[in-house]
């Protein structure tokens, strides 16, 4: 499995203790530093709806000009996230062909099912 993260992230930080506490191994990457490819975040959009995918919440999100907040659509999301990857909703953990973004109970359940 895999962990798209910022280090800077509380829920991101709490996602990767769990991880660790409930003993299921993942590859953890900080999308600042290394980046997210356009592959995963279009796969991930695909799976999921760029309504999960995107964060409309984060800081990054109300800094955005107002024009490329209109008519969202999932090429539209896709660009946005790969311009500026914190606008993606975090953690997004990857396994195989299947994608959990955020971290809440949901969350733990699904990411408990695939270990």
């Known amino acids: 499995m895999d962990i798209y993260i910022l280090k800077s992230c509380d829920t991101c930080r709490k ?5 660790e506490a ?8 900080d ?5 997210i490819s356009e592959q995963t975040i279009s ?5 999921l709806g760029w309504e999960t ?4 919440r984060s800081t990054s999100w109300r800094s955005l000009a107002q024009d490329k907040k209109l008519d969202i659509n999932n090429e539209k999301a896709l660009a946005l996230i ?3 990857p914190t606008l993606m909703k975090r953690p997004l ?7 959990v973004a955020g971290f809440d109970k949901a969350a733990q359940e699904a990411l408990k099912s695939k270990s």
């Open 15 to 19: 996602a990767v203790k769990w991880l």
């Open 53 to 56: 995918v995107l964060n409309r």
């Open 22 to 29: 409930e003993n299921i191994k993942a590859e953890i990457f």
């Open 93 to 99: 953990f990857v396994s195989g062909q299947e994608y």
């Open 82 to 84: 790969v311009e500026n």
């Open 43 to 47: 796969a991930a959009i695909a799976s």
């Open 31 to 35: 999308i600042r530093t290394n980046g």
